[in-house]
């Protein structure tokens, strides 16, 4: 279908269409005027458009879900608004009610259900989605769905669902969709327009808060740009403010100086490193800095819970103040609303007194590890103003309305869950947008904290740099495969995963594969005219000849493989004391084993050489296999990380009489030399009669071209199989695993298929095997809660919990089992292809087992507790959440009626204390 979607970019396109009656009557009630790209959008809504809307955070998006609101309501249809988040949802839900009463507004979240039959309903995304697959009757009527941060459709663990709602919602619903700014939201878009029908794509990338960039070296803070030279030449691009480069380089001259200085001083041989005796302005010192320039509040990103909490730390040890006493008697009233039901015993080990005293002096932090109601404070207190300094993780940039005069980083790098990895330009985009608030500020600021490894140009690109490319994060799943077939057969539901954005862009990507095809298949007709055309002696000669390079690369490959596996084998026995050989490089010669180490992958035994160094080898030393020349003894504990440690040890080493082999030629062992095959190839190739032509050597190489061009295009069709229909053949292979289990049944769901259909979890299949084996029956719901905790929980640490443990031995049976079953899974899921459903975790076992037998909350968050540390409060609330929300499930689609009455009576257990509080 050909894209005919309306793109309008603000605020080069500002003619504005006549506005309708209804744009009329809502924009009266509003207290500021309508920017352009709200206009558009609520004008091509009123005209009965879908819309997307891309615009920077606090640009304002959210004007137009209000509208469609609006248009529900004087309608007499309705209007779902959906969110990723609870707490946002209880943000949007709280506003709505404030403007259109409460008995309009309802809210569903999982947690809460309040007026679910209004005509505006405030809910996650995943409460819609379930709707959907339900066919719900409370869809009667709908008119309009709000996606609020539609952009969260490329998260990796939930985005999924953005896109089932998009793709399952009926024809006639309206879709309004708000995005944070996107560099591929014409593609969106397009997408959009081919599975929703009508829609116009809003874009503006237009701040509407001016934000400066700034970098603090020291306690001097200089602008990031240049912008009179940006001014005085258009065509300029990015430059750099002078007076920063001029300060930076005369502060590394100077630190150059001084570590010489330093080194003379100390005798030492060798320049120090600069970056060693570097100390960072302390979080007062910045936050005083801040304050005396006018650009509190702030909020200050740092990439780990523990690091916000040692900022805090760090302030309230200092002298810093930022209230006035009629704030803190302000501060201490919204402290007692929203912690007022807490247990008064809970207060010590939730660390209360210190919050409270950071809050009073206007300091505050700010992660997922915090209790809900904690959070939700610095949260209120925050808009107010009355905090003025917030230390935060990256998860505060996503929707949460708690906008800065200033955004401070003091890195650009954060771990993503497997690496530490730079800021992209979107990342960076997205947590600076927080500076400036609409109404308040005429600018926003963000403040980045210089180090020796900051290069200023590298913050200047990222800073200038609008690269925020939207990705599906789609797949097929259980859950979503057995809806699928249950609504509307195989397929249709093919049809539906080819129409979903991951396949689009999937689809898009191999465009440029199939155009090289077909180019490189025009040049191969050409090339093999020149050889003479189909079935010509040349054409023969020509691809006997690539059989034999083909072998001989699969030889040499073969060859390497060999030599490596036998070299790590040889690194795997070694033994703690055995002398070897380094054959080559820079530390060739004699090493003794200090450290053995039995990875059969890829083994790293630590050595030290004869040359006194100290360090792990691996199998890229070894061209040949090591081997044990003999053993010297060693100390029982060898610190190599003394010199004068390494100097004894080498001299050691050296006085053994171990002598390194001589560098003698080792006896060619390839096995190209005694490939049969090969011989046979060569053989043919030197009686082909093409062999002996004159012109040889000029049609070889023709027929080298030939021949890289034809596996480059087999390459390229590869490529394109792969790729085209991928989502249909992992759909395919999910249908096939749930045959053989009984869960689908000639192309139909089975009953087992539906109550699985109603599991909801990201080990969804895991949890309906469990309970058709009848492994999780007649237990106690404590002991219930404890063991359905193990396909929810995700430890912080690596390694899991190998060993089987639990407080009752009904619980260690149900665990043993469970993880019987998900080893059986997991083999088959290995063995049609599937992704892996993630291992239980018996981390959470205990605490939600001593919490749900009513348990002081000190007990249960030293039970989930890591290496000693205990679990924090906000984990523990988040976690018990996720556990009911399981159980809830558990409760509806059981078969087994025990099960259905423990699921329940767990809940209720669980539900007290802090867990009841704040519910969000």
């Not at 959907?132 to 008119?143: D, I, K, N």
């Not at 049809?495 to 155009?515: H, I, N, P, T, W």
């Not at 001299?651 to 190209?672: D, E, Q």
């Not at 192309?747 to 999780?776: F, H, M, N, P």
Request: aromatic share 6%; charged share 25%; proline share 5%.
């Amino acid at each position: 279908m050909p894209n005919t979607a309306r793109i309008i970019r603000t605020p080069s396109e500002v003619s504005i269409d006549t506005r309708g009656p209804q744009l009329e009557a809502f924009a009266a009630e509003l207290s500021f005027p309508l920017d352009p790209f709200q206009v558009q959008s609520c004008v091509a809504l009123e005209n009965g458009h879908g819309v997307l809307v891309c615009a920077p955070t606090g640009a304002g998006k959210t004007v137009v879900g209000e509208f469609a609101v609006h248009l529900a309501l004087a309608a007499g249809t309705k209007c779902f608004y959906t969110t990723p988040i609870k707490a946002l949802s209880n943000q949007k839900f709280a506003d709505l009610t404030a403007r259109y009463g409460r008995g309009s507004v309802g809210l569903l979240t999982g947690d809460q259900s309040i007026n679910p039959d209004a005509p505006v309903v405030v809910m996650t995304t995943e409460v819609l989605r379930n709707m959907l697959y339900a066919s719900s009757t409370a869809l009667r009527g709908l008119a309009f769905v709000v996606m609020d941060e539609v952009h969260f459709l490329a998260d990796r663990f939930r985005g999924a669902v953005w896109e089932e709602v998009i793709l399952h919602l009926p024809e006639d619903v309206r879709l309004v969709s708000l995005s944070a700014t996107v560099s591929n939201a014409e593609e969106f878009g397009a997408w959009m327009e081919t599975v929703r029908g009508n829609t116009t794509i809003v874009v503006d990338e237009t701040r509407p808060i001016p934000l400066w960039q700034h970098i603090l070296v020291g306690k001097r803070m200089f602008d990031l740009f240049d912008t009179k030279a940006q001014a005085g030449r258009p065509n300029a691009g990015v430059v750099v403010d002078q007076e920063l480069v001029r300060h930076l380089k005369q502060k590394r001259a100077l630190e150059r100086s001084g570590s010489w200085e330093q080194s003379g001083r100390s005798g030492g041989r060798g320049r120090s490193n600069p970056r060693q005796n570097f100390r960072p302005v302390s979080r007062p010192d910045v936050i005083a800095k801040l304050d005396d320039e006018g650009l509190l509040p702030a909020i200050t990103f740092i990439f780990s819970r523990a690091g916000c909490d040692a900022a805090l730390n760090q302030c309230l040890r200092s002298r810093l103040e930022l209230t006035t006493p009629e704030q803190v008697e302000e501060i201490s009233s919204v402290i007692a609303k929203h912690t007022a039901e807490l247990p008064k015993a809970d207060l010590d080990v939730l660390g209360y007194w210190e919050w409270r005293d950071a809050l009073e002096r206007g300091l505050a932090a700010h992660h997922a590890g915090m209790l809900p109601a904690f959070r939700h404070t610095v949260e209120e207190l925050f808009v107010k103003g009355l905090v003025r300094a917030v230390f935060a993780t990256e998860t505060l940039a996503l929707g949460i309305n708690m906008p800065a005069r200033t955004v401070v980083l003091e890195r650009l790098v954060k771990y993503n869950g497997e690496t530490h990895a730079d800021l992209t330009p979107g990342e960076y985009t997205q947590l600076t947008g927080r500076a400036g608030r609409r109404g308040i500020d005429v600018e926003g600021h963000a403040v980045v904290l210089w180090h020796p490894d900051l290069d200023a140009t590298e913050v200047a690109g990222l800073a200038s740099t609008r690269t925020y490319p939207l990705r599906s994060s789609f797949r097929p799943g259980y859950n979503m495969t057995i809806n699928l077939i249950d609504r509307m057969g195989a397929d249709d539901s093919r049809a539906l995963l080819e129409r979903s954005f991951a396949q689009f862009q999937a689809d898009k990507s191999v465009v440029g594969a199939v155009r090289g095809i077909d180019r490189n298949v025009r040049d191969l007709k050409q090339l093999r005219e020149e050889l003479g055309g189909d079935g010509s002696e040349y054409l023969e000669y020509a691809q006997l000849r690539e059989r034999i390079r083909a072998r001989e690369r699969l030889l040499a490959q073969q060859g390497r493989t060999d030599t490596r596996g036998a070299a790590v084998a040889a690194l795997t026995v070694l033994r703690r004391g055995d002398v070897i050989a380094i054959p080559a490089g820079r530390r060739s010669g004699l090493a003794v084993v200090l450290e053995s180490d039995g990875d059969t992958g890829d083994p790293r035994p630590l050595v030290l050489t004869e040359d006194k160094w100290a360090g792990r080898i691996s199998a890229a030393d070894f061209p040949s296999p090591a081997e044990a020349l003999g053993r010297m003894r060693l100390p029982k504990h060898v610190d190599h990380r003394t010199a004068r440690a390494r100097k004894d040890l080498a001299s050691a080493l050296r006085s053994t009489g171990i002598t390194a082999p001589s560098g003698r030629r080792r006896k060619n062992n390839s096995p190209a030399a005694d490939d049969r095959e090969l011989a046979t190839l060569r053989r043919a190739l030197r009686s082909h009669p093409c062999h002996t032509w004159p012109n040889r050597d000029q049609l070889a190489r023709v027929g080298e071209r030939y021949s890289r061009l034809a596996r480059e295009t087999e390459t390229m069709r590869q490529k394109v199989s792969a790729t085209t229909n991928s989502l249909a053949r992992t759909f395919d292979r999910i249908l096939a695993l749930l045959g053989e289990r009984g869960y689908i049944a000639a192309g139909a769901v089975t009953e087992d298929g539906r109550r699985l259909g109603r599991i909801y979890s990201e080990s969804d299949l895991l949890v309906s095997e469990c309970l058709r084996q009848g492994l999780w029956s007649g237990l106690a719901p404590e002991e219930l809660a404890a063991v359905a905790s193990s396909v929810v929980f995700e430890s912080r640490q690596e390694g899991g919990y190998p060993m089987v443990t639990g407080p009752t031995s009904a619980v260690r049976h149900a665990l043993t089992g469970t993880l019987r079953v998900w080893g059986e899974l997991r083999s088959d899921e290995v063995r049609h292809k599937l992704p892996l459903t993630r291992d239980p975790d018996l981390g959470f076992v205990a605490a939600i087992y001593n919490w749900a037998r009513g348990e002081p909350l000190v007990d249960a968050l030293i039970a989930a507790g890591d290496r000693g540390k205990p679990l924090s409060a906000g984990d523990f609330v988040r976690w018990c959440r996720q556990v009911i929300d399981l159980l809830d499930q558990l409760h509806n689609t059981a078969e087994d009626a025990q099960i259905r009455g423990a699921a329940a009576k767990a809940v209720r257990a669980i539900r007290r204390g802090v867990v009841a509080v704040d519910a969000a």
